[in-house]
């Protein structure tokens, strides 16, 4: 199909059948078992005289396992591994500050299901 200028129209694209099977050629994909247990290795992104830990996978090789963790490592600010190090929460009452933006009409919301063991805490 061409247009009045006698170009080609790009939306009209002319792609042929492929018959039969194709093979792709390549590495093949490990399937993983999704009812086993993750592997874990537990890893201090902390200092010496503060203890951080956090756990990361360890399907990986030994070289990515590093770099991860010199990111993780690096900006340790970011990745709180205790409720107290959140920004947001205040103190022991762990109540959570929510700015909201002024002259904006406030809209009422169905409350989430709670998990019972959680709930008693969240009444008190």
């Known amino acids: 199909?061409?247009?009045?200028?006698?170009?080609?129209?790009?939306?009209?694209?002319?792609?042929?059948?492929?018959?039969?099977?194709r093979e792709v050629k390549g590495p093949k994909a490990q399937i993983l078992n999704i009812s086993e247990p993750?592997?874990?290795?537990?890893?201090?992104?902390?200092?010496?005289?503060?203890?951080?830990?956090?756990?990361?996978?360890?399907?990986?090789?030994e070289d990515i396992v590093d770099k991860f963790t010199e990111v993780l490592h690096e900006y340790?600010?970011?990745f709180p591994t205790k409720l107290s190090d959140i920004?947001?929460?205040?103190?022991?009452?762990?109540?959570?500050?929510?700015?909201l933006k002024p002259n904006v009409k406030l809209v009422k919301q169905?409350?989430?299901?709670?998990?019972?063991?959680?709930?008693e805490k969240v009444h008190k």
């Open 76 to 78: 340790q600010d970011l």
């Open 38 to 61: 993750l592997n874990t290795n537990e890893v201090n992104i902390g200092s010496e005289a503060q203890l951080k830990f956090v756990k990361i996978s360890y399907y990986w090789d």
């Open 1 to 21: 199909m061409t247009t009045d200028d006698g170009e080609e129209d790009p939306r009209n694209i002319n792609i042929p059948k492929s018959e039969g099977h």
């Open 87 to 99: 920004k947001g929460i205040v103190g022991d009452l762990r109540i959570m500050k929510i700015t």
């Open 110 to 119: 169905l409350p989430y299901q709670l998990n019972p063991k959680y709930k």
